[in-house]
């Protein structure tokens, strides 16, 4: 099993994960044009995708999902909640391949098998995911503003982990944004800190995590220091690892054995 990113914050998302023969991306947060130009830099086309999996309705997560799967026929899998949601934006799901997923009910997605997790975020019925294939677990886990026992019960035995470390609560607070966002951003139902994301690995089995990507930096109120400061005060140990995803260029490939 590998993974890699076309992307990660708050201008677009898109993680891919491969076992065997079978190629998903998690989230299609770009336009159709840029998805494809991300996919041909690692050497791949949109007909190459087995299936996209979709988190929630932010259009970061979701903006070329609809276009990508009507042209190419790719299968287009949400919760119920998420596609109801974006029948409100432009063309939305329409025409495509939609097929649901209930959080907590796995499915076997060709060689891998899918859990959808349920997790506290301002959307209206948001999952991330994890994949299971030849005895190996990753996990994707982004845009939540809080660790629940059910969280960290999904997520703590993982071979590889992407996880949100989205702000530094005191750059947020000293930052540009009107205090609305701020207390949405920092909020329950927001994004995870830098120090909420070093107390959900703390809970986890780092013996076993091979790779550990942070994940949607905020570009205002993060940086990648800030959050590597907190990660390293759990994981002192085999710290090369960890890895930090960009904006522009996501991150390449990595083997989970």
């Given at each position: 099993m590998r993974l890699a990113s076309l992307g990660s914050g708050s201008k677009g998302n898109g993680t891919l994960v491969r076992a065997g023969d079978t190629l998903v991306l998690v989230d299609c947060g770009f336009t159709l044009r840029e998805t494809t130009q991300r996919l041909a830099s690692l050497g791949l086309a949109p007909e190459d995708l087995s299936a996209v999996l979709i988190t929630h309705e932010h259009g970061?997560?979701?903006?070329?999902?609809?276009?990508l799967a009507r042209k190419h026929?790719?299968?287009?899998?949400?919760?119920f909640g998420t596609a109801r949601a974006v029948s409100g934006k432009a063309a939305g799901f329409h025409g495509a391949d939609w097929r649901e997923v209930r959080p907590g009910r796995g499915f076997q997605l060709a060689d891998?098998?899918?859990?959808p997790v349920t997790v506290p975020h301002d959307a209206l019925e948001p999952c991330q995911y994890r994949f299971g294939w030849g005895g190996r677990e990753l996990g994707?886990?982004?845009d939540l503003g809080s660790v629940t026992p059910h969280v960290v019960a999904a997520y703590q035995e993982c071979d590889a982990l992407v996880l949100e470390c989205n702000h530094e609560p005191d750059l947020l607070a000293a930052g540009p944004y009107p205090a609305s966002l701020k207390r949405r951003v920092g909020g329950n139902l927001g994004h995870l800190s830098n120090q909420q994301a070093a107390a959900l690995l703390a809970q986890c089995n780092l013996d076993r995590l091979q790779h550990l990507v942070l994940s949607h930096l905020?570009?205002?109120?993060?940086?990648?220091?800030?959050?590597?400061?907190q990660v390293h005060r759990v994981m002192d140990i085999g710290q090369e690892r960890i890895r930090v995803a960009n904006?522009?260029?996501?991150?390449?490939?990595?083997?989970?054995h």
């Open positions: 970061d997560h979701v903006r070329g999902a609809g276009a026929g790719t299968p287009l899998y949400s919760t891998l098998t899918v859990t994707v886990l982004t905020s570009e205002q109120n993060n940086t990648p220091a800030h959050a590597l400061d904006q522009r260029h996501g991150f390449d490939w990595l083997e989970i």
